[in-house]
């Protein structure tokens, strides 16, 4: 498409786009991703291993004259913020490496397999206007290096320290690539990061572009903010959406601006709140977050989602302080984890993959299929089929899926055909076709053992 601007308007761009590196830029210092998880949820958060590249808070914070107590914390959302800069030394003017994404031993699963997703638009801070304005049309940031999972996957227990699927170099490509501008999302929105290894550690860097919608690298000076959050094929809750800032030429004294202007004064510890006691006792059951009757791992699982969040006690969520001490903590996971005998609270070792967190699973005694994950062209469903017949199955219920996985079962409608590369029915896994032959009815096709 031809866009028709003026002799002004391309000298301006020109020039923005040809800026010399400052002298004076702000510290090269970093902030990693560490990803770690907990029972069926995956966690972000500040790296903070000491003596470790990127994982420096403090000394980053120094470096630009924030508060020590004030956490780069967006005040608006709440979520984190991880700060880069597209002049460090590895990367020249307008490339950094930086984030990386790591995990320490055990914080993940063998063979894990960690994937972003891209959220939001490009927000970009313009020093004449001091002020965070969604990015300038002719700017983008492009990530490379994330893979796209292929068809193809392993199933030898040997060669996946125990899980039913994992992926090796073979399964994937490396050819696309996710756009972030200041209209949304382009290119694959969601794209592998890396394998955990045997011991569950990962360290991966990605590569950041700034550059403009020809793909040419440079951009006006000033700080750029994306969004994403992180995905596992191991665990059904993502992490909770973070932000990072790129640094794109400004000093340290006009990157502590911009970063002071996306964080509140006051985001430090909560304060404790004392809430009436009769709030508590109408819970029927302790650490019943959800209220559905019983404490197992979702329960678990959303407390340690309020306390990424940093909830404040409040009438409406006072079932997550499990312990009454008016915070919510890790101590309430904890706490809510040792209340629970169900199966579902304990940390799933290899191999273990609950309901939840498989793409389709058979009940033999109730009749019904369950798919967590149904890919309708781009868009993904959870459906349960009830069996009506022998190899017949009909559409119950169907809603948008608010769990994705990696390889998904797929629909096709112009075939009619309903691949499902993976179903569970008593601990066997097979890969399923089913054929629509019409009034919500599915016939079975083919069915085929994955072996061990």
């Not at 060669?159 to 699927?165: M, R």
């Not at 290894?197 to 750029?224: K, V």
Request: glycine content about 8%; proline content about 4%.
């Amino acid at each position: 498409m031809l866009i028709n601007i003026s002799i002004t308007q391309t000298l301006s761009i020109l020039l923005m786009f040809a800026f010399a590196p400052m002298a004076t830029a702000a510290s090269i210092l970093h902030l990693d991703v560490e990803v770690w998880g907990e029972d069926g949820a995956l966690f972000a958060g500040y790296c903070q291993t000491p003596g470790v590249a990127g994982c420096d808070l403090d000394g980053l914070f120094a470096e630009l004259g924030l508060p020590e107590d004030n956490l780069p914390i967006e005040a608006a959302s709440g979520k984190l913020i991880f700060i880069a800069d597209f002049q460090d030394l590895s990367g020249g003017d307008f490339k950094t490496k930086n984030p990386g994404f790591r995990s320490v031993q055990s914080a993940l699963l063998p063979n894990e397999l960690l994937s972003y997703r891209a959220l939001g638009h490009l927000r970009y801070w313009d020093t004449m206007q001091s002020a965070w304005v969604q990015a300038p049309e002719y700017v983008q940031i492009a990530l490379y290096g994330g893979l796209e999972a292929l068809d193809g996957l392993a199933t030898d227990y040997a060669a996946c320290a125990g899980q039913l699927l994992c992926f090796d170099a073979d399964n994937f490509n490396t050819e696309s690539a996710t756009v972030f501008s200041g209209d949304g999302i382009s290119g694959s929105p969601e794209l592998v990061v890396d394998l955990t290894n045997q011991s569950g550690i990962l360290h991966t860097h990605l590569s950041f572009f700034l550059e403009n919608r020809q793909g040419e690298t440079g951009g006006p000076t000033g700080a750029y903010l994306i969004e994403m959050q992180l995905l596992s094929n191991a665990r059904a809750i993502p992490s909770t959406p973070f932000l990072i800032l790129f640094n794109a030429g400004l000093d340290s004294r006009q990157l502590s601006e911009a970063i002071s202007a996306l964080v509140a004064t006051n985001n430090t510890n909560p304060p404790i709140v004392t809430l009436p006691d009769n709030l508590v006792n109408s819970l029927s059951i302790l650490g019943d977050v959800d209220l559905d009757g019983d404490v197992d791992r979702m329960d678990v699982a959303l407390i340690l989602l309020a306390e990424q969040n940093r909830e404040v006690v409040q009438a409406d969520n006072i079932m997550f302080d499990v312990d009454g001490d008016g915070l919510i903590n890790r101590q309430d996971a904890h706490h809510a984890k040792s209340l629970c005998n169900l199966r579902l609270c304990r940390i799933p070792e290899a191999g273990q993959i609950d309901p939840v967190m498989q793409v389709a699973v058979f009940d033999s005694n109730t009749g019904q299929l369950a798919l967590n994950d149904v890919q309708i062209n781009t868009l993904h469903y959870q459906a349960v089929l009830q069996q009506t017949g022998e190899n017949l199955f009909t559409l119950q219920t169907h809603d948008s899926a608010r769990t994705r996985y990696t390889l998904p079962a797929k629909y096709n409608a112009h075939s009619g055909l309903l691949e499902i590369p993976a179903l569970s029915v008593e601990n066997r896994y097979f890969r399923v076709i089913l054929r629509n032959i019409g009034n919500f009815t599915f016939q079975l096709e083919t069915i085929e053992e994955i072996e061990n």
